[in-house]
Antibody, heavy 124, light 107 residues
Framework: QLQLQESGPGLVKPSETLSLTCTVS??????????WGWIRQPPGKGLKWIGS???????YYNPSLNSRVTISVDTSKNQFSLKLSSVTAADTAVYHC????????????????WGQGTLVTVSS | EIVMTLSPATLSESPGARATLSCRAS??????LAWYQQRPGQAPRLLIY???TRATGIPARFSGRGSGTEFTLTISSLQSEDFAVYYC?????????FGGGTQVEIK
């Protein structure tokens, strides 16, 4: 069964860049045409999609974060990564990675499965 | 941007009871809607996609219905493991959006 695991620093200083990696196991990131996404969840709040990428590097980004977000993929390592620049306290959240299912009708649809998530705190 | 609204914010029910959660979209999303369950400290789990199709391994007590702007998730008989937070998500356009969540708690 496909598994995803996030990794990266749990503490980032304001104005710096948040960097996280998602490692996919028990399956290949390039075995099909699905996308791979990042979603975040501020403490005690709901879910917000950040962006998604496929194995060839095509991306979709949430326009509310677009100017600060870069998502990349490394198929040789079966990983995809998130960079979020110029962070503030408002970027403190649990960051999840997930497979973003593609269908013949649309590139990006529902998310399944999800990684456990990693808490990133923005603080000096 | 399509805004998703879940109601109620909190649903208090007894084990064995029937629970119905509602999700409303600010504009039509056809049947491009998914439901997720999130237990404390765990990742969200896909329950339903296509408004009414259960994901692999999801028990039959979970059912979804609706189209356009109004959707419901019904849990026919609440089990202890069903007390959790539930989210809906639309994927009708290229900007996926989640509702704020409904907490199902033990009465």
């Amino acid at each position: 069964q496909l598994q995803l695991q996030e990794s990266g620093p749990g503490l980032v200083k304001p104005s710096e860049t948040l960097s996280l990696t998602c490692t996919v196991s028990v399956g290949s990131i390039s075995s099909n045409s699905d996308y791979w996404g990042w979603i975040r969840q501020p403490p005690g709040k709901g879910l917000k999609w950040i962006g998604s990428i496929n194995y060839s590097g095509s991306t979709y980004y949430n326009p509310s974060l677009n100017s600060r977000v870069t998502i990349s993929v490394d198929t040789s390592k079966n990983q995809f990564s998130l960079k979020l620049s110029s962070v503030t306290a408002a970027d403190t959240a649990v960051y999840h990675c997930a497979r973003h299912r593609r269908t013949r009708f649309s590139d990006i649809n529902w998310f399944d499965p999800w990684g456990q998530g990693t808490l990133v705190t923005v603080s000096s | 941007e399509i805004v998703m609204t879940l109601s109620p914010a909190t649903l208090s029910e007894s084990p064995g009871a029937r629970a119905t959660l509602s999700c409303r979209a600010s504009q039509s999303v056809s049947t491009n809607l998914a439901w997720y369950q999130q237990r404390p400290g765990q990742a969200p789990r896909l329950l339903i996609y296509g408004a009414s199709t259960r994901a692999t391994g999801i028990p039959a007590r979970f059912s979804g219905r609706g189209s356009g702007t109004e959707f419901t998730l019904t849990i026919s008989s609440l089990q202890s493991e069903d007390f959790a937070v539930y989210y809906c998500q639309q994927y009708n356009n290229w900007l996926p959006a989640f509702g704020g969540g409904t907490q199902v708690e033990i009465k």
